[in-house]
């Protein structure tokens, strides 16, 4: 049996921690998460103060993109984009121009400085995140280039490729006129204007630099009497030439008389057979009568007498402009041509007719120096029918001119620009027509007949400028078809190659 002293153990009490305890623990985490905060929003505020100012967003400076950027980053972009080169093209020529060489400046600072709000941005947008609320914004650059430096640059371009103006040569055998490569002079007032906008530009860094107008020399009247001249010789041609030439863009003329290669005077104007040439007058007195209220019979008169040269039709328009009557036609048509002038030309009797002419004196036929045999119904001259013609032209042009000069609201523009649409359907494939390339319009009436002069009375359009051409080759005895109207068609050549000179390759 075990025996021994017995204890009486008695039980622990539980620990139990008092409020107080809880309050300071709680008190102590809430200042250490106090503190962290701090510290992580001054660290966070002390990254955003050193934040170097940008641009605001959507910003642009004469079309360059800046927004966002530091000032220094924007400099840098300005300088590069504006800095960089421009290309000029002077004719076939490539110009590289540094904008140093112009002594090209930008003013950053007053150029940034036009930027609103270019400032830091918002530091408690920065620390939630918010994206800034900036419009879009635009400003132009600030610079300057020196002008006498930009001019003195132009004139070394201009020394370096301008060229002397062309020089025109005539060849009397191929009956052409050939012109060297237009001459070129810079023009140094639009260039220095160009090259400006385009240094300050941040998209168009080229310039197409211009040359003055005026450049080329075109080829004078007298250049063309020579070649003509030097043409008869070669051909060895004995007869008159009798040449009228106007053009239509400045009124210079050219009038000439050419018999066996010596010269004869022009005043007064050498006498020919009228012929199917005088039909353009008759047509001309028909629209200064019919005031637009013409039956379409009548009209049909004159269509035929122009395009289908019909003397019968013709005939019928004589009386008709003489109320049915061919001698009061012819009176009246007589005294329209002596009112405008045509001092060489008269109608003394119908087309075919067998009556006794009524024959006019005129200072053309009373030569004694030369004579072409003329009809005696019907004569005319160069000059005569080449300043109807121009009269025409100008009418339809609605310009000052003879026919609405000596008849006043007699013509209109339509009525003479509808002579032209006639004369341009007489399609004949000979003679003017013959001299010029296909296309070219030819505004004319013709005249021949055996043994007779050969004549056409022309307006040409070209795109080197539009003229007024008369012209008759006359051989005594016999004026043969074959090669005198090849002769014909050369000289319109020469006529159309001056206005229109081939250019010579370099």
Same mark, same amino acid.
């Given at each position: 049996?075990?025996?021994?002293?017995?204890?009486?153990?008695?039980?622990?009490?539980?620990?139990?921690?008092?409020?107080?305890?809880?309050?300071?623990?709680?008190?102590?985490?809430?200042?250490?998460?106090?503190?962290?905060?701090?510290?992580?929003?001054?660290?966070?505020?002390?990254?955003?103060?050193?934040?170097?100012?940008?641009?605001?967003?959507?910003?642009?400076?004469?079309?360059?993109?800046?927004?966002?950027?530091?000032?220094?980053?924007?400099?840098?972009?300005?300088?590069?984009?504006?800095?960089?080169?421009?290309?000029?093209?002077?004719?076939?020529?490539?110009?590289?121009?540094?904008?140093?060489?112009?002594?090209?400046?930008?003013?950053?600072?007053?150029?940034?400085?036009?930027?609103?709000?270019?400032?830091?941005?918002?530091?408690?947008?920065?620390?939630?995140?918010?994206?800034?609320?900036?419009?879009?914004?635009?400003?132009?650059?600030?610079?300057?280039?020196?002008?006498?430096?930009?001019?003195?640059?132009?004139?070394?371009?201009?020394?370096?490729?301008?060229?002397?103006?062309?020089?025109?040569?005539?060849?009397?055998?191929?009956?052409?006129?050939?012109?060297?490569?237009?001459?070129?002079?810079?023009?140094?007032?639009?260039?220095?204007?160009?090259?400006?906008?385009?240094?300050?530009?941040?998209?168009?860094?080229?310039?197409?630099?211009?040359?003055?107008?005026?450049?080329?020399?075109?080829?004078?009247?007298?250049?063309?009497?020579?070649?003509?001249?030097?043409?008869?010789?070669?051909?060895?041609?004995?007869?008159?030439?009798?040449?009228?030439?106007?053009?239509?863009?400045?009124?210079?003329?050219?009038?000439?008389?050419?018999?066996?290669?010596?010269?004869?005077?022009?005043?007064?104007?050498?006498?020919?057979?009228?012929?199917?040439?005088?039909?353009?007058?008759?047509?001309?007195?028909?629209?200064?009568?019919?005031?637009?209220?013409?039956?379409?019979?009548?009209?049909?008169?004159?269509?035929?007498?122009?395009?289908?040269?019909?003397?019968?039709?013709?005939?019928?328009? *004589?009386?008709?402009?003489?109320?049915?009557? #061919?001698?009061? %036609?012819? &009176?009246? /048509?007589?005294?329209? $041509?002596?009112?405008? !002038?045509?001092?060489?030309?008269?109608?003394?009797?119908?087309?075919?007719?067998?009556?006794?002419?009524?024959?006019?004196?005129?200072?053309?036929?009373?030569?004694?120096?030369?004579?072409?045999?003329?009809?005696?119904?019907?004569?005319?001259?160069?000059?005569?029918?080449?300043?109807?013609?121009?009269?025409?032209?100008?009418?339809?042009?609605?310009?000052?001119?003879?026919?609405?000069?000596?008849?006043?609201?007699?013509?209109?523009?339509?009525?003479?620009?509808?002579?032209?649409?006639?004369?341009?359907?007489?399609?004949?494939?000979?003679?003017?027509?013959?001299?010029?390339?296909?296309?070219?319009?030819?505004?004319?009436?013709?005249?021949?007949?055996?043994?007779?002069? *050969?004549?056409?009375?022309?307006?040409?359009? #070209?795109?080197? %400028?539009? &003229?007024? /051409?008369?012209?008759? $080759?006359?051989?005594? !005895?016999?004026?043969?078809?074959?090669?005198?109207?090849?002769?014909?068609?050369?000289?319109?050549?020469?006529?159309?190659?001056?206005?229109?000179?081939?250019?010579?390759?370099?």
């Amino acid at each position: 049996m075990l025996t021994g002293n017995i204890y009486s153990l008695k039980p622990r009490k539980s620990f139990r921690p008092g409020r107080s305890s809880v309050a300071r623990v709680s008190f102590a985490l809430a200042a250490i998460c106090a503190l962290g905060a701090i510290l992580v929003m001054a660290t966070s505020l002390a990254s955003v103060l050193q934040f170097p100012k940008r641009l605001p967003p959507n910003t642009t400076i004469s079309g360059v993109p800046v927004g966002g950027l530091t000032i220094s980053a924007a400099q840098e972009r300005l300088t590069a984009q504006f800095f960089s080169p421009l290309y000029l093209t002077y004719g076939q020529e490539q110009i590289t121009l540094s904008p140093e060489i112009v002594d090209f400046k930008l003013d950053l600072a007053e150029t940034i400085g036009q930027v609103p709000d270019s400032l830091a941005p918002n530091v408690w947008n920065t620390l939630l995140g918010r994206p800034e609320n900036n419009p879009p914004t635009t400003a132009r650059l600030i610079a300057s280039v020196s002008a006498e430096k930009l001019t003195a640059f132009l004139n070394n371009v201009a020394s370096r490729y301008d060229t002397a103006p062309g020089v025109a040569a005539a060849d009397a055998t191929a009956m052409v006129t050939v012109i060297n490569a237009p001459g070129r002079t810079l023009n140094i007032a639009p260039a220095v204007r160009s090259i400006t906008s385009a240094l300050l530009s941040s998209t168009n860094r080229s310039v197409q630099l211009q040359s003055q107008s005026g450049t080329t020399l075109h080829p004078r009247l007298t250049l063309l009497e020579a070649q003509i001249r030097k043409y008869m010789e070669l051909q060895q041609y004995t007869g008159l030439l009798s040449f009228f030439l106007i053009d239509l863009q400045n009124n210079q003329r050219l009038h000439f008389n050419t018999l066996n290669g010596s010269p004869l005077p022009t005043d007064p104007d050498i006498a020919f057979s009228g012929m199917s040439i005088l039909k353009i007058p008759i047509m001309a007195e028909f629209y200064r009568q019919s005031n637009d209220d013409a039956l379409p019979y009548e009209l049909d008169l004159v269509v035929k007498s122009i395009t289908q040269s019909s003397n019968w039709t013709t005939n019928l328009l *004589i009386a008709w402009i003489g109320d049915q009557n #061919t001698a009061n %036609g012819l &009176y009246t /048509l007589n005294g329209s $041509l002596e009112k405008l !002038g045509m001092k060489g030309t008269f109608i003394g009797g119908a087309y075919d007719s067998t009556d006794a002419p009524g024959f006019r004196y005129t200072p053309s036929n009373k030569r004694t120096d030369i004579s072409t045999s003329p009809d005696a119904y019907m004569q005319t001259t160069p000059s005569d029918m080449g300043r109807l013609l121009e009269a025409i032209y100008q009418c339809s042009e609605d310009k000052p001119n003879l026919l609405t000069d000596t008849f006043p609201a007699q013509y209109s523009k339509l009525e003479c620009t509808t002579m032209i649409d006639l004369l341009a359907k007489n399609q004949i494939a000979v003679l003017v027509q013959a001299g010029v390339p296909e296309g070219v319009r030819v505004a004319h009436k013709h005249a021949w007949a055996d043994g007779e002069p *050969i004549g056409d009375a022309a307006i040409v359009f #070209t795109p080197g %400028g539009n &003229y007024v /051409l008369v012209y008759y $080759l006359w051989v005594p !005895g016999n004026t043969y078809w074959d090669e005198n109207s090849r002769r014909m068609a050369d000289i319109s050549r020469a006529v159309y190659y001056h206005f229109n000179p081939l250019l010579q390759n370099p």
